[in-house]
């Protein structure tokens, strides 16, 4: 297989730990360009501690197994470094920077990664003009720029903040933990909305999620149900309605897992 047909991301045999404690346990997964995966599971199975190792979180330590994104080996990648090659977690639960206007995380995120590329800082007019655009794609106010970042924003604020940062950082590879959680359906289409603009044929996007309702309105590719840090089964978008019928405890009684 050349370059060009590679998968984006390539995960193998994957075990991880965070304060020692063993928590990933042999993930497999492998994720083509331009598709989305969603990740399913029960609470404690493990999902955003592979969101945390994906994106470089140094107190998750790899223990075995590789990482192979767009063919590079990412296990000893720096957050920053995970950032600059196009790697993005947006947070199941965002945090507050207080003192830090929105607008200012923002440009210097975006100037950050555009310096790395070899590409030249926007202004403040330039960089007001794009935010803005992709501002009113989420339905979110204006004001919101001037605040600290996320200092008093609802649930559903520090939700599109999220996908905010996403479209203007333009990722090769998004990994969105929990970004439905504390949505009203209203917020949750909006939401969803912005991810499906950034789809396209070199994007790929995982999506962690409990409900299969962000799943009509972001149609996966495959779905993953992780349990007890490994991945015990796959398959097609219909899986996410019969987890929401049954649950996972049906799952305990297979014997294979689908590849």
């Avoid at 470094?81 to 206007?101: E, T």
């Avoid at 609802?154 to 479209?167: A, D, F, H, V």
């Avoid at 993953?224 to 996410?240: P, R, W």
């Amino acid at each position: 297989m050349n370059r060009s047909q590679a998968p984006l991301l390539h995960i193998e045999s994957l075990f991880a730990t965070v304060q020692e404690k063993p928590i990933l346990k042999g993930v497999d997964l492998t994720v083509g360009a331009g598709q989305v995966h969603a990740i399913m599971g029960p609470n404690g199975s493990g999902k955003t501690t592979l969101a945390k190792v994906l994106a470089g979180h140094p107190d998750y330590q790899i223990t075995e197994g590789s990482i192979r994104y767009n063919g590079h080996d990412t296990s000893t990648w720096s957050p920053e470094k995970c950032a600059w090659q196009g790697i993005f977690l947006g947070f199941q639960y965002p945090v507050a920077i207080p003192g830090v206007s929105n607008a200012q995380f923002l440009r210097a995120s975006l100037n950050a990664l555009r310096k790395r590329q070899g590409q030249q800082p926007l202004d403040a007019v330039d960089f007001l003009k794009i935010t803005k655009e992709k501002m009113a794609m989420l339905g979110m106010a204006e004001s919101l720029l001037t605040r600290s970042v996320n200092e008093g924003f609802s649930g559903g604020e520090k939700k599109r903040n999220e996908i905010l940062q996403m479209l203007l950082l333009e990722p090769r590879l998004a990994i969105l933990d929990e970004t439905d959680s504390g949505l009203d359906i209203d917020a949750l289409k909006i939401v969803a909305q912005g991810v499906n603009a950034l789809r396209n044929a070199s994007r790929s996007i995982i999506l962690i999620t409990h409900y299969q309702r962000l799943l009509d309105y972001i149609e996966p590719d495959y779905i993953h149900v992780l349990s007890e840090g490994k991945i015990v089964h796959s398959g097609d978008k219909l899986l996410a309605q019969t987890l929401e019928a049954k649950g996972y405890s049906w799952l305990s009684e297979a014997q294979h897992v689908d590849g």
